[in-house]
């Protein structure tokens, strides 16, 4: 098509990489690994950037060993600058925000960022301010950020490397996969990334192992579910070995059972046992079986134990080997060094803007519809009518002080439940302002979002001459009132960071934050 579709571009969570693109990142990965065996130094030079002063930052705010090494060791390959910045003794200390963090680095001529934060949704941020920051001082190109895991929100490069790792075991085919996740599926970012990360194969069988206290949250297991996956729940090995089906492949995972609190902590040795291989479960296993881990491994505590490691289930040290390989070919991908022989389909937008704001025909042959101040029919105004069909009264009351508020709909006028006309058993809301000049488009954008279903009628002379009927929106921005309600989100107002919310409409009442993807009802996204 032209244009080298992975230069600069970002990778805040596995699906900004399409599947078509993974499987070009593989192949290139695979090449890479056949010339390493082969010894073919030579050849390995198609494969590297070769620029002193291509600048690649490493920012850590959370250890790390095989991420942080893989990717200077993947650098070094390349013969480009690898910086990382001295966490501890920079400024963030100093309460300087993310933004001009890395606007400071960007303008130092560094064009990609490998970013680890307990803060969820950090390299979506960096990736919009980046740009920003590059239009308003006129950078030819502006800065990619890699996600080197974010909370316990995702993990997209270990991902990158556990697909190929999987699909190297598989000798590339990739009609099914039957995968064992054991561990803590709560706080496992590596896992939360399979949720669509595991759309590379055909048929997906998922074998969720895991005690109550750190089972995977379940709207991923409900994403699992949507994306035609088969996913069957264990509490513990033992339980899953009293069943027939046994998968072939079982990805461990390390417990961060540090992260739960004192209760949690007493059980811990209850729940490691859940969750961790004995010597007695050997018989059990289908043949060929290939364990599968992405480290650490607690040294005192592992729940892969340290006997396995040379035995033919040992699958998480090729695993370990081959993340150098996958971030080299990512960087060469994002340098524009990889990538011009990748060819595409045109998509589809990913968010559509569809219309949510409606004119409705006046029907002049139907009764006309009185709308009263009190006793007086209302002359001139607007009324908001249809609030919140169908709920509770409590419901619907809660809602109109939140509009009002939102919306600064103080002053003349007032606000009742009633039946409504069309279903006597269902209840709405009605909020009438006499006096008020007809709302402005902003406006109107504003009370869609907050008021979706409702329909405004605007008054004059005693009629309706106008009635807009307004429906969920399929984006929520730019309004002080809402925010993210996961407070390890980079944008939740807890960390100072000036960052508006933005939510996507995914289903009819589910919206996910734009950041760190937590899925809010309605409701949940207004403050
Ligand atoms: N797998 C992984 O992310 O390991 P590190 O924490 O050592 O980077």
Redesign the pocket.
Known sequence: MGENRFRGRSLAVINDFSLEERLYLFEKTKELKNLFKAGKSEELRRFRIDDSEFGVYEVFLE??????ESFKNAAEFHRIKISNLDVGASSINKKESYADTFNTLTGYNNLVFIV?SKLEGVCRWLEINGKAFAKRNNLPVPPAFIN??DGKHE?PT?ELLDEYTFLEKNNWKRDSIHLALIGDLFHGR?VHSKVQGLKIFNNVQVDLIAPRELALPFHYVDEMKANSYKVRIFDSIESYLQQKHIADKWYFTRPQLERMGDEVLKIADILRSKISFRQEFFRYLPPGTTFYH???RHKEHPTIPIFLDSTPLNGWEEQSIN?KLIRIVLLGLTAGKLGDDFHWEIELEKHPDEPFIEEVAIDNNRPVKKYTEGVNPISHGIVIDHICRGETRKEIRAHMVRIIRVMELFGKGGEWITASRENPDAMKGIIFRPDREALTESEINKLAAIAPGSTINIIDNSKIIKKIRLHMPPRVYNLDSVSCNNDNCISHPSHGENIPAEFFKISENTFVCQYCEKVHTFKEIWK
């Open positions: 250890s790390s060993t095989r991420t942080k680890r080197a895991g993990h270990q590596t992405p480290l650490p993340g």
